[in-house]
């Protein structure tokens, strides 16, 4: 079942701007993760954040995350084109079959124009 | 090896035939799993080893499904008498720890299948 759901879909910035992606999910979660996906195929973890954390940063990249509503962004300052890709939310959740392995979203498409 | 290696990165095959995907993971890392992405879609779970213990089939989406993780490292993912919709890219990943924990995964470059 959808577990995480990414927001926009598609999204599309001058190279030097800001991106910002954000995303839902349903239950109550242990981490939620943040990955990036180029051309179909393989995924690349960017970042981590717990559930007792609200703000994480990793260069470029800033998470936060809202548990009271159940809601993550992810923010890319000054873009380059190289980020261009799918970026994907992964939650683990607490309990229950879902603890075991990452519910992925849809994905978000960010295209950087030179 | 120093990433999780997948084999064939490519595979055509006919409809109703057998295939085989093969995932080598990181060397000691003791969770596996294998996920499906149809094409511009999330990705979907299909099966989770942990360890020594009894893979969680769960997402497996027919029996035509079934993996195999030999002595906790390489695993196999057949799929029988393939049909058009299993067409997809075969994404495995493995990771440091299975239950609640804070390890991120490492995926695999993937396997596109395309029946046809």
């Known amino acids: 079942s959808q577990q995480g759901e990414e927001d926009p879909q598609a999204l599309s910035i001058q190279e030097g701007e800001n991106a910002t992606m954000n995303c839902s999910y349903k239950?109550?979660?242990?981490?939620l993760q943040w990955y990036r996906q180029n051309s179909g195929r393989g995924l690349v973890h960017l970042i981590l954040?717990?559930?007792?954390?609200r703000e994480k940063h990793s260069g470029r990249l800033r998470v936060t995350l809202d548990t009271s509503k159940k809601s993550s962004s992810l923010l890319i300052t000054a873009s380059r084109a190289a980020d261009t890709a799918s970026y994907f939310c992964a939650t683990k959740e607490n309990s229950g079959a879902g603890s075991y392995q990452l519910t992925f979203g849809k994905g978000t498409k960010l295209s950087v124009i030179p | 090896g120093a990433g999780v290696s997948q084999s064939p990165s490519n595979k055509v095959t006919e409809k109703g035939k057998d295939v085989e995907l093969r995932c080598d993971p990181i060397s000691g890392h003791t969770a596996l799993y294998w996920y499906r992405q149809s094409l511009g879609q999330g990705l979907e779970f299909l099966i989770y080893?942990?360890?020594?213990?009894?893979?969680?089939k769960s997402g497996l989406p027919s029996d035509r499904f079934s993996a195999e993780r030999t002595g906790g490292s390489v695993s196999t993912l057949t799929i029988q008498r393939t049909q058009q919709e299993d067409s997809a890219v075969y994404l495995c990943?493995?990771?440091?720890?299975?239950?609640?924990?804070?390890?991120?995964?490492?995926f695999g470059s993937g396997t596109r299948l395309t029946v046809v």
């Open positions: 954040i717990r559930s007792n954390e």
């Open positions: 080893f942990q360890g020594n213990s009894a893979p969680d």
């Open positions: 990943a493995s990771s440091l720890g299975g239950t609640i924990s804070n390890y991120g995964y490492t």
């Open positions: 239950t109550s979660i242990n981490n």
